[in-house]
Nanobody, 120 residues
Framework: QVQLVESGGGLVQPGGSLRLSCAASEFIFSLYDMSWYRQAPGKKRELLATINIAGGTTNYADSMKGRFTISRDNAKNTVYLQMNSLKPEDTAVYYC?????????????WGQGTLVTVSS
C-alpha cells in the first residue's frame, strides 16, 4: 500500500507543544510536496502548512500565527509539524498530505490522521 502514517498526536494542555510526524511508505517521498491539514468534527479540512520537495520553500496559513513549523527529512521519508503554544481551538484530527506534480500524472496521498486534543 502507498501510505502516509501520522503519529505524535495526543492530549496536551493549553500552552504545550507537540511534534507530529508523517512517515511515507511505498512511494518516492522526495518527489512530493507535503502539507499538513486539520479537521474538526463537522468542519472542512483546513490547510495549515506546505513544504516543497527539497524543503527550501514553506508556506503557512495565517491562522497558524507563527506557532507551527513544518519541516521534512527526505532521508527518513518523514515530514514534521512542530506545534507550540497550543490552544483548545487547535483540537482536531491532523492529516498529512502528499502531492506529486513533478512526474505526471499528478498524484496525491492522504494519511489517516492523528488526533490532537488540547485541554486542561
Amino acid at each position: 500500500q502507498v501510505q502516509l502514517v501520522e503519529s505524535g498526536g495526543g492530549l496536551v494542555q493549553p500552552g504545550g507543544s507537540l511534534r507530529l510526524s508523517c512517515a511515507a511508505s511505498e512511494f518516492i517521498f522526495s518527489l512530493y510536496d507535503m502539507s499538513w491539514y486539520r479537521q474538526a468534527p463537522g468542519k472542512k479540512r483546513e490547510l495549515l502548512a506546505t513544504i516543497n520537495i527539497a524543503g527550501g520553500t514553506t508556506n503557512y496559513a495565517d491562522s497558524m500565527k507563527g506557532r507551527f513549523t513544518i519541516s521534512r527529512d527526505n532521508a527518513k521519508n518523514t515530514v514534521y509539524l512542530q506545534m507550540n503554544s497550543l490552544k483548545p481551538e487547535d483540537t482536531a484530527v491532523y492529516y498529512c498530505h502528499a502531492l506529486r506534480t513533478v512526474v505526471p500524472p499528478t498524484h496525491e496521498v492522504w494519511g489517516q490522521g492523528t488526533l490532537v486534543t488540547v485541554s486542561s
